[in-house]
């Protein structure tokens, strides 16, 4: 079979994270995502973050299944190249700020002229439309807009920043999602008799993020309650967290209390809820402390290996605190293949993170690495079909 | 033009939080997605969260945009009404723990004999294969085992929970993707003269989750060096974090050296970066609490508002620190309708998040609020063309 996007072009315009892990995703997907870089530096990723022999491992991992081309936009032959291009594809991504895409002469209507059915897709930081629309956006600070600090730390404690850059990745895979299924209208449109027209496709790193609140939101809502920072303890259910035994912690989340009812047994408190302390949740929750020392006692009796099998053989979830060199170590990653290792000509063998969604007949898989600064230019104008002072658009 | 997944018809075996998640995604995109409930209390989120006129807020906004049917997949005869509706679907959609599927009959073998074209979509905490394959998953067990708690939290204190179910968001957000893509591999297989067959599709917790990691796991892997927890200061750059105004905090992320020169000229002080203290990042990141210092100087002279407005208008990200309430009425937030109001028929108006996705042609909608617990089971039976004693599979 061939792969989801096997048959789509990407102009892609983006640089540093958002945009480029979007991109990415399209060309795991199998479409072919062509990276437009300045005559300069290109994308200044190229530049940041660890190098090994020469490259940017930062810029491999989000780069791979792009190739690059070098055009001066502000150059009228740079610039009538991108349209000739934009005239060929099928999605020009990009994450400029409102109005810059019109500044530089692609309005609407020169969009829709060069390429009817053009998918025009957007990354940004708060929306292209309304009293923020204009902000320059970063992770930290829509963090601390969404409310996402608010509900990250400890109780009492100020609102902290989560330690990954969340809402860049969450809006690169929303984005991606709005591309294919605006590919997928298309299609649609055209199979029942319409003219297979593109459409306009964006999602905000604010949008993305603020759909992570799920229940937090739904509860807020419903009762004008704030919800508190918790730090390891959940908000609603007790016991709940990281517990001590012989050799470090666990993590254990009995969410109902069937799930609880096998954690005690396990652990050897099975009539610790007949205790009129812990005898439902609310008390179990005003009794924490007690109650922990209690669990903490029995845990502390056996390794975290070993409650780690005990604890999910009977159906409680439980797993260690890993860091990020024991996770990326750690059995079932390297079994799931969520990291791989790619070979770089020229800058020997880079690993990176693999592809999270599995598919039984189209794998994702990398078809090439990363790209050298305009490796791809005179290709991609071949394989297009862009031929210097010819077809005038 | 018609909705993306206009034509597709999704059976919904999930529930809880990732799967019904999911199923909402592909909903908002126009599928018509079918919830299967037990006939005693159906999905468990129909009665947790907090409940309004007898409705869980959270069920509805998780369970927008489907029709509920409910089956007693225990029984025969539920089984195979079943079977008809796969027979019937594009998708099917489950988060059952490996073999269950195969448990209940519907083999790998069975399906493709139910239904070549069936996708088979799957969510789980670790992967359907693997060391971990059977263990049972939690957000916040993922959390620890991924290494997310690990970069989660002030330096020198314990790794920390981040309080929104990210991974389960991220697990949904990936097989939604994951499950449109593979819509679309069939469209153009098909289009390509083959059978335009469906195939296995799934994500993990675990994997959504580790995809966050970014520059932090590239750089790690290229240097072996382990991220730190570093709370509100970025582990690189300084400075960068939460400034005291006159009537509250700013957060402020100046990214790159251009950026940091229109902060420190906007605040007052174009020349820090001479002070032999401050002329390097490195050198900033060392003497953080007195570049701080004399920044909160600067900032503590005016107001939040103020701040942002100027400081946004130079060009420095910059906002304020929102809690949930704030963040739910923020005027961008409500201007970008990501909250929106839906009319439950009998429980009156529900407030829920909406669509992070915006496209201009093909916009997602609330075309029917969260079914009750077997609402359409009739209407689906008519719709889909199945009746009892007849074609037998």
């Known amino acids: ?50 190098q090994v022999n020469d490259l940017s491992w930062y810029f491999a991992g989000f780069n791979r299944n792009k190739r690059s081309v070098v055009l001066d936009l502000r150059s009228p032959e740079g610039f009538a190249t991108l349209e000739k291009m934009i005239a060929r594809a099928d999605v020009l991504l990009q994450n400029y700020r409102p109005g810059v895409l019109d500044e530089m002469g692609l309005t609407k209507h020169r969009l829709e002229q060069l390429n009817p059915r053009l998918i025009v897709a957007g990354i940004n930081g708060y929306g292209s439309t309304g009293p923020y629309a204009d902000r320059p956006a970063f992770d930290f600070v829509v963090q601390a807009m969404s409310g996402f600090l608010s509900v990250n730390g400890n109780e009492g404690e100020p609102p902290l920043r989560t330690g990954t850059p969340i809402s860049d990745i969450m809006a690169g895979l929303y984005t991606a999602l709005g591309i294919v299924s605006a590919v997928r209208a298309r299609d649609l449109d055209r199979d029942h008799g319409g003219a297979g027209a593109g459409q306009r496709v964006e999602a905000s790193m604010l949008g993305a993020l603020m759909s992570s609140f799920a229940y937090l939101a739904s509860d807020h809502l419903a009762t004008g309650e704030l919800p508190q920072r918790t730090g390891n303890d959940h908000p609603i259910a007790a016991p709940y967290g990281l517990f001590d035994a012989s050799d470090g912690q666990i993590a254990v989340a009995p969410s109902t209390q069937a799930v609880l009812d096998k954690f005690l047994r396990v652990i050897g408190l099975p009539d610790l809820c007949s205790d009129p302390r812990f005898a439902t949740n609310a008390l179990r929750r005003a009794n924490r402390p007690q109650l922990n020392a209690l669990i903490n006692a029995q845990v502390r009796n056996d390794t975290r290996a070993r409650w780690v099998s005990r604890l999910n053989d009977a159906g409680v979830p439980c797993g260690v605190v890993q860091n990020l060199a024991q996770a990326l170590n750690d059995p079932q990653v390297l079994h799931q293949e969520l990291v791989i290792e790619v ?28 790209p050298r600064h305009g490796e791809h230019t005179a290709q991609v104008m071949r394989d297009w079909g862009i031929f210097p002072d010819k077809e005038p658009q």
Do not use: N, Q, W, Y
Not at 3 to 21: E, H, M, N, S, Y
Not at 348 to 357: K, N, S, T
């Open 1 to 50: 079979m061939m792969k989801p996007l096997a048959d789509i072009r990407v102009v892609d315009l983006t640089r540093i994270i958002a945009g480029p892990f979007c991109a990415m995703l399209l060309g795991d997907l199998g479409a072919d995502v062509v990276k437009i870089e300045g005559p300069h530096e290109g994308d200044p990723i190229r530049h940041i973050g660890a």
């Open 343 to 370: 070979e770089h000509p020229g800058h020997g063998p880079v690993r990176m993170l693999g592809f999270p969604i599995k598919f039984s007949e189209t794998p994702c898989e990398v078809a090439r690495p990363a």
